[in-house]
């Protein structure tokens, strides 16, 4: 199994409606990032989140940092088209000299009009 | 030019060939990595340079040979390469944390899409 958990792989969703991404660490997080990536092209910063608790917003985009259960949750509101492509979570696992950067394989997310 | 950009944005060569993929970051950035990424499967850190020095070598096969010549450009040279390393590599470019992998927010360029034939 993967170190770092994205689910669900895909998702559809109405245009307008709610959704949620998860990343789920088998390791103990020392930072966590969210990208977005459009089929073929490079990762585009959403938010990066550092402390237990954190909580981070950007326009209809809200990402949660759960440290206990070691894991990130990504939500969209009123999903837009706009909002179509894969989301990516990247992490540090471990600490000092001795963390890892690693990333989930994506969840590709659909926007039906 | 700003941000991170990649050439050539696609690439075929034959397994016998040697090409090379080059990274600019117009950022001040000090720290550059080479990812690749497969179809369905999660991004795979390959090389990692901090202020010039490499710090992290991912178990890469030899037929990848990065350089990083200044802080600004980095490049990847390709060697007889096999048809699994088909995929889009990725560079990116973070502040530096002077010691191994920044946890600072990394800026990708578009990639280069290889195909090996």
């Known amino acids: 199994s993967q170190e770092l958990e994205q689910s669900p792989q895909s998702l559809i969703v109405q245009e307008g409606k709610n959704l949620t991404i998860n990343c789920t660490s088998s390791?103990?997080?020392?930072?966590l990032y969210w990208y977005k990536q459009k089929y073929g092209e490079g990762l585009i910063f959403l938010m990066m989140?550092?402390?237990g608790g954190e909580e981070k917003s950007h326009e209809k985009i809200t990402a949660k940092l759960d440290e206990k259960k070691q894991q990130s949750s990504l939500h969209i509101t009123a999903s837009q088209p706009s909002h179509a492509g894969i989301y990516l979570c990247?992490?540090?696992?471990?600490?000092?000299?001795?963390?890892?950067?690693?990333w989930g394989a994506g969840t590709k997310l659909i926007i039906k009009p | 030019e700003t941000g991170v950009t990649q050439t050539p944005r696609h690439l075929v060569m034959g397994m016998t060939n040697k090409k090379s993929l080059k990274c600019e970051q117009h950022?001040?950035?000090?720290?550059m990595y080479w990812y690749k990424q497969s179809a369905k499967k999660p991004l795979e850190l390959m090389f990692v340079?901090?202020?010039?020095?490499?710090?992290e070598n991912n178990s890469v096969p030899s037929r990848f040979s990065p350089e990083c010549p200044n802080s600004s450009h980095l490049f990847l040279h390709l060697h007889t390469l096999q048809p699994e390393d088909s995929a889009l590599y990725l560079c990116?470019?973070?502040?530096?944390?002077?010691?191994?992998?920044?946890?600072?927010?990394?800026?990708f360029g578009p990639g280069t899409r290889l195909t090996v034939l």
């Open positions: 990116a470019s973070s502040q530096g944390s002077g010691m191994g992998i920044s946890y600072n927010e990394q800026f």
């Open positions: 950022l001040g950035h000090n720290a």
């Open positions: 340079y901090n202020f010039k020095e490499q710090t």
């Open positions: 390791k103990t997080l020392y930072g």
């Open positions: 989140l550092q402390k």
């Open positions: 990247g992490a540090a696992l471990g600490g000092d000299s001795n963390y890892q950067l690693i």
